[in-house]
């Protein structure tokens, strides 16, 4: 396995700096596109979105990622494609996010070249010794909480987002049922960064809910807005 590119190096720690990471689903968004939403968690400073389109066309999922493209292009921001490499690859995306049952990431890594992100999700601990973990550049690890945006989600807990913390450096994204109100024990347990979905794309005002969802994890992180390394 050859060393990470610089460029991939420095999307993979602008990710474990992020804070939250926003992952798009228009079908729970309130009747808003999800270029509505990116653009709001964008203006707050959410720096990482997804794009996860499941009740839509690939056609519609390809046409939001590249609407997206252009706007975390103009922030500054990284953008990632849940599960599907084609759409990554069409969307100029800056990485793609696979699950346990996804093509393995040394497939997706030629396919996708050197600087691009690749993130695993890790849904058991016993996933954590698998060869797969040293080819990837995060983990997403949950469902942490219950979540109702994933009918299968196999509830983790805590527990594993401290296990994961234990048994590897990369960055570490908790995902599944984040809320204002847990978020906090989600970092304290070992995350670096809150994906989430309906607590963004659901909020009556998505800005202000990524905005306390940022303030949340940095006050877990023990950083103040302007201090040194804090999320911007």
């Known amino acids: 396995m050859s060393e990470p590119s610089d460029l991939r190096m420095r999307r993979r720690e602008q990710l474990r700096g992020a804070g939250v990471y926003l992952v798009t689903e228009e079908a729970l968004s309130g009747g808003r596109t999800s270029a509505e939403i990116a653009q709001a968690a964008l203006e707050a400073g959410v720096r990482v979105i997804q794009v996860r389109e499941k009740a839509g066309t690939t056609r519609h999922a390809l046409q939001v990622a590249r609407t997206l493209r252009g706007l975390t292009r103009g922030r500054g921001a990284l953008l990632l494609v849940n599960d599907r490499l084609d759409l990554a690859m069409a969307a100029e995306a ?101 994906a989430v979905i309906s607590a963004i794309t659901a909020a009556p005002d998505p800005s202000s809910a990524a905005r306390r969802l940022l303030d949340v994890a940095r006050a877990a992180r023990g950083r103040s807005p302007g201090s040194p390394g804090a999320w911007t």
């Open 94 to 194: 800056d990485g793609v996010h696979l699950g346990q049952d996804d093509v393995p990431l040394g497939v997706a890594r030629a396919m996708l070249g050197p600087n691009a992100l690749i993130g695993l999700s890790i849904t058991d601990a016993a996933q954590l010794g698998a060869t797969d973990i040293s080819e990837a550049d995060y983990l997403g690890v949950g469902a942490v909480f219950q979540t109702g945006s994933k009918a299968d989600a196999q509830y983790t807990g805590l527990q594993l987002l401290a296990a994961a913390r234990a048994a590897v450096d990369l960055p570490i994204v908790a995902i599944g049922g984040i809320t204002l109100e847990n978020a906090a024990s989600a970092v304290r347990a070992g995350a670096d960064v809150l």
